[in-house]
């Protein structure tokens, strides 16, 4: 492989790794209430339930 292709290669891949590590550091959790946080559980639940039920 020509060495530009290697450039190309390696350009690529280090835009794909430091996109990836600038998601993650901008990434912030989202403050939930507690009823918003109970929501989410049942909501879960009743999904595990439910793929259980039907698998």
């Known amino acids: 492989m ?3 292709a290697w450039l190309i290669l390696v ?3 280090g835009s ?3 996109g990836l590590m ?3 550091d901008t ?7 507690d009823d918003q946080l109970k929501r ?6 009743e999904m595990d ?5 039907d698998n």
């Open 22 to 24: 600038m998601l993650r």
């Open 27 to 33: 990434a912030k959790k989202v403050p939930l209430t």
């Open 11 to 13: 350009v690529a891949i």
């Open 49 to 53: 339930a439910k793929d259980a039920r």
């Open 40 to 45: 989410v559980h049942a909501r879960n639940a």
């Open 2 to 4: 020509p060495w530009y």
């Open 16 to 18: 794909i790794i430091g």
